[in-house]
């Protein structure tokens, strides 16, 4: 018994528990030093952004709001919301947004459908090929508006144009307005098309090879695997595509309206962009051309607000 008491005693007993004293709590001002700094890498561009996007804007909205004929000496007249109840009044509005959206459907063929045509037809190119050829459709997004405006005209000019003469029936394509909407669209698609295909080449090269692979191994043909692989997982990079262009059409047609048609003829295409200019720098009404603008700052808001969620239910993503 003795014995077995003495193993008893003998046995480790457990060391007692040592209680963690509490690091001290760094201090607010400490805090707030740790947190800055990647902020202090984001100030620049917030600045830019203020002083570039938000402080114009905020003197547009307190302009919106007066008459004024952009001179210094004339003092600016308060009109209250009248500025806006005159651009709603006005048929000049209605027939520029409605020639927006026609002239943005049409060049959805120009930076859409085309491009991916385009992009599909040089991925099956191999070699120096591909590249000379996607370099010769880029070229054009180099060439500047003016500029190429300028060539265009001589080429569509309807006494000695080339693009009459190759079609063989002359076209005053600037001075009737059917041809003149059509010369338009062609020739910012014409600038647009390269930066698409660059775009949708870029897509084509984040699908996985493994699908296609996969796909001939299944005995499906070159289009199938194209309708029912490549497309879907192509569908975010046309989306973007489709974004910009309703977005960003009108003012990418402004610099060829201002050199080639003035807006006309018979405002056939004055958008909504080149009637802004209009109000604002030749009516000199700069109070209601900031309307006009705040009007169709909150209009392509809410587009883009919608085809933003509605892209997420039309593309397939590979996750």
Known sequence: ???????????????????????????????????????????????CLAVWTYRPLAAAVNLSFFSWNLLPTTPKEPVGLDNYRRLLELPDLWHALWLTA???????????ALPTVVALWTSAIRGRGRAVYRAMIFAPVLVPPVAGAAVWQWMLDPTSGAVDRLIGHPINWIHEPGPAQIAIVVITGWHLLGFAVLVVSAGLAGIDDEYTAAAMLDRASRWQTTRWITLPLLSPTLVFLALMTVLMSGQLTFPLIDTLTQGGPDSATTNVYYLLWEWGFQNFDAGFAASAGLLFFVAFGVVATGLVRLSDRLTFHDN
């Open 1 to 47: 018994m003795t014995g077995a008491f003495v193993e008893i005693d003998a046995l480790p007993r457990p060391s007692a528990t040592v209680v963690p004293v509490a690091a001290a709590r760094p201090s607010p001002a400490r805090r707030l030093l740790r947190a800055l700094p990647p902020y202090l890498f984001l100030l620049p561009a917030i600045g």
């Open 102 to 112: 026609a002239m943005t459907l049409a060049l959805l063929l120009f930076t859409v």
